[in-house]
């Protein structure tokens, strides 16, 4: 079994669905430990470990919620489980990279279950965040997300392959979890990641294609300052490889996890203007 969607051992496994068949907060007493467990919540978490153990199915598709941010999030197989360690970054309102009093308007680029776009208007009160995602089912499950928060006035989810369709947007930060595992990576992910949407996972035989457009394409969606924050996981030597010519900032975060750069709208460009142009065939 593996353990990389929430939890890192199976004590924590077994713990988080016992907790969700007996509706038991987070936060409760230790005095709850010296109750009994009703035969049938005993029977309903044998059945939930059972699925977790023959089927692999990660514990929070089970549960249906998990968190983020310090917030609880409804989860299942329509999106990617929120794990990204950018939450980090939000909690502290992307504090120091950038102003969080300057920020106006943010784009969650491919919002999956939403997690990103709805942390960034719960810390950052005065934004608007715009979530796109080229999947119709990852954004049903991003709007009941968000009207669960009530955040429906400042978040707005829109279908939309990159950046495709968002002509004329521009914004004071994008923030991205791209999918970036190569074909060689998928084929020996653990069965866990098989519950999971491929096409939040794969992104081509060297796991760039995601981040090649992203690359690409800020530059005009960024305002002047603007910042690119984009998840990238085990691909970041691939991703150096490729743009030996980017200053990424590579960030680093006190709860563990990496593969997350920064770069600048005037680094992106600067770094344009310095290519060499294509030789042509005569």
């Not at 079994?1 to 004590?11: I, P």
């Not at 923030?175 to 060689?184: H, L």
Request: overall charge positive; hydrophobic content about 40%.
């Amino acid at each position: 079994m593996h353990f990389g969607h929430g939890t890192d051992n199976a004590v924590d496994d077994a713990a988080a669905l016992l907790w969700h068949v007996l509706n038991l907060p987070l936060d409760a007493p230790a005095s709850i430990y010296a109750k009994p467990v009703p035969a049938r919540a005993e029977l309903a978490f044998d059945a939930l470990l059972a699925r977790r153990i023959r089927e692999r199915v990660p514990v929070v598709y089970l549960t249906g919620c998990t968190w983020f941010a310090g917030l609880p999030m409804m989860t299942d197989p329509r999106a990617l489980i929120p794990r990204s360690p950018i939450a980090e970054l939000i909690e502290s309102r992307f504090r120091p990279w950038a102003d969080p009093d300057g920020l106006r308007q943010i784009l969650d680029l491919g919002t999956g279950s939403g997690c990103i776009a709805i942390a960034c208007a719960h810390y950052l009160p005065r934004v608007r965040v715009d979530a796109t995602d080229i999947s119709d089912a990852a954004l049903e499950l991003a709007r009941a997300n968000v009207r669960a928060y009530r955040l429906g006035r400042r978040v707005r989810c829109l279908k939309s392959d990159h950046f495709a369709g968002l002509a004329g947007c521009t914004y004071d930060m994008i923030v991205s979890n791209p999918p970036y595992v190569g074909s060689a990576e998928m084929a020996t992910l653990p069965a866990e990641y098989g519950h999971e949407p491929q096409l939040a996972l794969a992104s081509g035989r060297d796991g760039l294609d995601s981040v090649r457009v992203i690359l690409e394409q800020a530059p005009k969606h960024l305002r002047p300052g603007g910042l690119l924050i984009v998840e990238v996981g085990n691909s970041q030597p691939a991703v150096e490889r490729a743009w030996p010519g980017l200053p990424f900032t590579w960030l680093e975060f006190e709860r563990g996890g990496g593969g997350v750069f920064l770069l600048t709208r005037e680094q992106l460009v600067k770094a344009r203007g310095k290519k060499k142009p294509r030789k042509t065939k005569k």
